[in-house]
């Protein structure tokens, strides 16, 4: 036996360590970049799956329009239809010692109702001939008068109706 305890262990060189070092930082590197490119090939292929799935599922119809919304189409036609002609023309025709007192207008049929207020029978059916005369409305109808008189003063004054049809260009 042979027991010589001053004998120094053998050295492992420095450039094995280095080496070492440098294989175990390269091995980490390329477990970082295999788990880089797993994770883009994930993505790519849910991706891919999300445009596969979009492109077979049926279009979702659109929702169902609530209460405003609907309102609000059936008032579009309304707004869009020529009202300065017809508003002018009854304007034009109203004239003293015509009052008018109120304007019922049906945008769907295009019905105009009108009720006036006159000194005499003769100056309600000149209007009536007026609103027949302007070009947006169709011949005017006189459909009631009743024959008012004032309490205070005595003066008598003609209420009358009269409808016509509002004609769009």
Not at 73 to 81: A, C, T
Not at 82 to 102: F, K, N, Y
Not at 119 to 124: G, K, L
């Amino acid at each position: 036996m042979n027991m010589d305890f001053l004998r120094p262990e053998p050295m492992v060189p420095r450039a094995g360590w280095v080496l070492l070092a440098g294989g175990a930082a390269v091995l980490a590197l390329a477990l970082l970049w295999q788990q880089h490119s797993d994770e883009v090939a994930t993505a790519a292929r849910q991706a891919q799956q999300a445009r596969r799935a979009a492109a077979q599922a049926p279009a979702a119809p659109p929702p169902a329009p609530g209460p405003a919304e609907r309102r609000w189409q059936q008032v579009q036609p309304e707004l869009r239809r020529p009202w300065q002609a017809a508003l002018q023309a009854i304007d034009g025709a109203t004239r003293p010692p015509v009052v008018l007192l109120s304007l019922q207008i049906d945008p769907e049929s295009g019905l105009i109702g009108l009720d006036a207020d006159a000194a005499t029978y003769a100056d309600a059916l000149a209007y009536v001939e007026r609103l027949s005369a302007a070009p947006p409305l169709q011949p005017a109808r006189l459909v009631a008068h009743d024959t008012l008189t004032d309490p205070a003063g005595g003066a008598r004054r003609l209420r009358f109706s009269v409808t016509t049809t509002w004609r769009t260009p």
